[in-house]
């Protein structure tokens, strides 16, 4: 059983940057792939961003080029930095672990994760 914890949420003004960051405990956290998901008021949850097991990295587009997904096996972590924030990135921001024994495998499929953590808000102000 995978516990998720996030961190780094937070107010930032249009066009700032924030680092969002997962500590991931109670099991081996390379074997696992890692997603970040948001949910706006009203809307459903989407994926963000994915990282495989080995690094392979997937991307929604509306944050290509803006954020960036990373994961630190030694300290069973994973980071979404994001950068020139827009107000339509403001949502609760979920990170999500899925189980797999495909190395290489990136998906942004919310149905595929087996664990949650409890979200952390991000407020983007114009």
């Known amino acids: 059983q995978v516990q998720l914890v996030e961190s780094g949420g937070g107010l930032v003004q249009a066009g700032g940057s924030l680092r969002l960051s997962c500590a991931a405990s109670?099991?081996?956290?390379?074997?696992?792939?890692m997603g970040w998901f948001r949910q706006a008021p009203g809307k459903e949850r989407d994926g963000v961003a994915a990282?495989?097991?080995?690094?392979?990295?997937d991307y929604a587009d509306s944050v290509k080029g803006r954020f960036t997904i990373s994961r630190d096996n030694g300290k069973n972590t994973v980071h979404l930095q994001m950068n020139s924030l827009k107000p339509e990135d403001t949502a609760v921001y979920y990170c999500a672990a899925r189980l797999t024994s495909y190395s290489g495998r990136t998906s942004r499929e919310m149905a595929l994760y087996n664990y949650w953590g409890q979200g952390i808000q991000v407020t983007v102000s114009s």
């Open positions: 990282i495989s097991r080995s690094g392979g990295t």
């Open positions: 109670g099991g081996t956290f390379s074997n696992y792939a």
